[in-house]
């Protein structure tokens, strides 16, 4: 796994990845566009091509781009659909343009209806903003399963993937936390095995193509999204160690979002943690064979 962190987009994208590597990070997560507002802003070309470099040469190897949450493409809304479509559109190109690893999706709310009804919803607006980029990989992400968010199953996420018509650019980002508040139990690396051994299964191996390694505030199956700082939560050390070293996770993006020890945006500490807790895991794993 390429250790990384979320990190901010104030001042360019050259200015994000100095503050990743500064952080120690082999990999970077970046918004699309400001997180809280519609009109997408658009990075100097100048700026696209000295990220591209720095990847090409710097220690930190791979940038994912996180779709913003405004975004429901399971809205019924055709206004919101409009405006989800646009933005993610612009977040595939953005990627397409600086060699992202993908854009990550929260699928949406079916808000009241069932799922299964709302999937189709979901694709439809997957695949026009496919349609409407090159390259860069679309990663729907699994949810913690509040409410009626989608993609809490393995099996969901498969559907989407189908509905897609099961295109090679559709893929997953699994989130740890997320994992565990939906009842999947991680917390050691047997359990991750076969919970991984299931996704694969389900979703198709090589599908899984980016990570979010966030500890819980909440036990399992409890469907809340609270992140906590690698080890400091009910994944615990024995649980992010075992994600963090997992084998079929071998060269993917592992990106800490946050909130850090320090209460705000991961730091150099938090990265730190997370590169100890992958060492701690691969040795567990060599001292079993």
């Known amino acids: 796994m390429l250790v990384g962190a979320h990190v901010s987009t104030s001042g360019g994208l050259p ?3 100095r503050r990743a590597a500064e952080r120690g990070c082999e990999a970077m997560q970046i918004w699309g566009q400001s997180p809280r507002q519609w009109a997408p802003g658009k990075p100097k070309p100048a700026d696209e091509a000295d990220l591209r470099e720095l990847l090409a040469s710097g220690p930190v190897k791979s940038v994912a781009i996180h779709a913003i949450y405004l975004i429901n493409c399971a809205s019924t809304d055709g206004d919101l659909r409009r405006k989800s479509l646009a933005s993610l559109t612009h ?10 690893a993908g854009v990550i999706l929260h699928p949406g709310s079916a808000k009241g209806e069932p799922n299964q009804e709302a999937l189709p919803r979901v694709a439809e607006v997957m695949r026009e903003a496919l349609q409407e980029s090159d390259r860069c990989d679309l990663l729907v992400e699994n949810t913690a399963g509040a409410g009626d968010t989608i ?9 989407l993937i189908r509905l897609c018509r099961g295109r090679q650019r559709v893929g997953v980002c699994l989130d740890s936390c997320h994992l565990l508040a939906s009842g999947f139990d991680i917390r050691s690396a047997d359990k991750l095995s076969e919970v991984i051994d ?4 389900t979703v198709g191996g090589g599908r899984v ?20 700082p690698p080890g400091d939560g009910e994944l615990g050390p024995r649980g992010c160690a ?3 070293s997992e084998p079929r996770f071998e060269g993917l993006p592992g990106i800490f979002e946050g909130p850090g020890k320090a209460g705000k945006a ?4 938090d990265v730190d943690r ?15 064979r």
């Open 274 to 288: 997370l590169k100890e807790l992958r060492r701690s895991g691969r040795q567990a794993r060599r001292r079993r």
């Open 91 to 100: 977040a595939l190109r953005l990627g397409d343009r600086i060699g992202a």
């Open 242 to 244: 075992a994600f963090a």
């Open 198 to 201: 299931g996704c694969e299964q």
């Open 209 to 228: 193509r980016v990570l979010h390694v966030n500890d819980s505030r909440m036990p399992l199956g409890s469907n809340r999204d609270r992140h906590a």
């Open 151 to 159: 993609g809490r199953t393995f099996e969901e996420l498969s559907e």
């Open 15 to 17: 200015e994000a990845y």
């Open 266 to 269: 991961a730091e150099k500490e």
